[in-house]
């Protein structure tokens, strides 16, 4: 029978930070950091970005594991939220996407635009 080594095992501190991650603050994130535009007309975004972004946010290192456990925890969340569309897309919640859009419009000022 093989032997089962400890790095096999997921640590305790991972875990908590798997249960830690918040669907909404990584949508706010991903709006921030991309631009309300990736949303689009419609208001929905792609669930591989969102998975990309709560990497990014939650500081873990990218590989297949942080990708499963982080794309499932998402995915549960939004299925409780009722945020996920008949696409399988991700709705944005409108007082999120008005906040992010209010914020970037305060910096498209005449001075801040490129010629």
Do not use: W
């Not at 991972?14 to 603050?25: A, T």
């Not at 921030?32 to 970005?49: D, F, M, R, S």
């Not at 999120?96 to 305060?106: A, F, G, W």
């Amino acid at each position: 029978m093989k032997n089962i080594d400890a790095k096999n095992f997921v640590e305790k501190d991972l875990i908590k930070c798997y249960e830690e991650i918040d669907g909404l603050l990584v949508i706010e994130e991903l709006l921030l950091y991309k631009g309300v535009e990736i949303a689009g007309g419609t208001k929905v975004v792609h669930q591989k970005y969102l998975d990309d972004m709560a990497l990014v946010t939650y500081n873990l290192k990218v590989n297949a594991t942080n990708r499963l456990y982080v794309g499932l925890i998402l995915d549960k969340f939004y299925h409780r939220a009722g945020l996920v569309c008949d696409s399988g897309r991700i709705k944005v919640p409108v007082d999120i996407y008005n906040k992010v859009k209010t914020l970037n419009d305060t910096y498209k000022t005449k001075d801040n635009q490129q010629i």
